[in-house]
């Protein structure tokens, strides 16, 4: 039996220990099982820490832990390490090692929904979510725009993106893409109030053509709710967690190219719609 589990803090909005039972419905593979590890950063011990970890096959990271738990690793994959943020772990004989699979589900989900990212694009956050949407844009040679509450914070991320600008969280510009990479409007039962929270200030949202929420529970966050009356193409982060999860799949298993026949069978699609039917 192989064991995997999410890490991060806090994670009782999780759909990640459901979607991957799910995929290992859909696509077998041996007799798994896939927990919840609670680690506020408080508590990140390099020695304690690195040997509960060392108990998994692998492993997903969420927040607030994408960028403070690479010292525990003993390497990083070309992408993690151009992004400085893993969110999928995998233990190599007891060696673990980080991988970035959310650049990949944010990029499919992207070119999904039709949302350039080759133009000005504006994030918000500095986390590590915001990390592998800088990267995807600087990439694609759009003009990146990084905006978030702390501007010290912004301007000390903005460093490791070539050419990227910096503005003030309620600064207002036009933006041909907007993507929120804080937890702004998530339903969380640790902050009840911050389902009420929009990062994007609305004379921004006005100004764009699309918005990307990083955030999939609720389905419909403030944000979108906005941008879609004002006639936006906006869409949630759903698409984004199948498929990184897909990715982060690929990587502990290798029976298969698992992403490849997940994408020609159009199961990622239907996940995405029978998780956000959840809610």
Not at 77 to 99: E, M, P, Q, R, W
Not at 147 to 156: E, T
Not at 170 to 177: A, I, L, N, P, Q
Not at 219 to 228: D, E, I, Q, S, Y
């Amino acid at each position: 039996m192989e064991k995997y589990a999410i890490v991060g803090f806090p994670l009782g909005h999780s759909l990640s220990p459901e979607l991957h039972r799910r995929l290992w419905e859909i696509a077998p593979c041996g007799d798994n099982t896939y927990e919840v590890y609670e680690l506020p950063p408080a508590k990140l011990k390099f020695k304690i820490t690195k040997k509960r970890l060392l108990k998994f096959r692998g492993l997903n990271v969420t927040i607030p832990l994408k960028t403070a738990i690479i010292p525990l690793l003993e390497g990083l994959d070309d992408a993690a390490s151009k992004i400085g943020s893993v969110n999928t772990i995998l233990n190599k004989g007891g060696k673990l090692f980080g991988y970035n699979t959310d650049i990949f589900g944010l990029c499919i989900a992207l070119a999904t929904y039709k949302m350039p990212i080759t133009g000005s694009v504006i994030i918000y956050g500095t986390g590590g979510a915001a990390r592998s949407a800088a990267a995807a844009v600087i990439k694609a040679g759009g003009k990146l725009t990084v905006a978030s509450r702390d501007i010290n914070k912004a301007r000390v991320f903005a460093r490791d993106f070539k050419g990227a600008k910096v503005l003030a969280s309620d600064g207002v510009g036009e933006f041909e893409t907007v993507i929120n990479c804080t937890p702004a409007g998530m339903l969380s039962i640790e902050r009840p109030s911050q389902i009420d929270e929009c990062a994007v200030p609305d004379g921004v949202i006005e100004r764009c053509n699309n918005v990307f929420d990083m955030v999939y529970n609720p389905p419909v966050t403030k944000l979108l709710k906005k941008a879609r009356e004002m006639g936006k193409n906006a869409e949630s982060g759903m698409s984004m967690l199948v498929y990184q999860a897909i990715f982060a799949q690929q990587i502990w298993r290798d029976d298969f190219t698992f992403s490849e026949i997940l994408s020609s069978s159009g199961i990622a699609s239907a996940l995405t719609k029978e998780f956000s039917a959840k809610f």
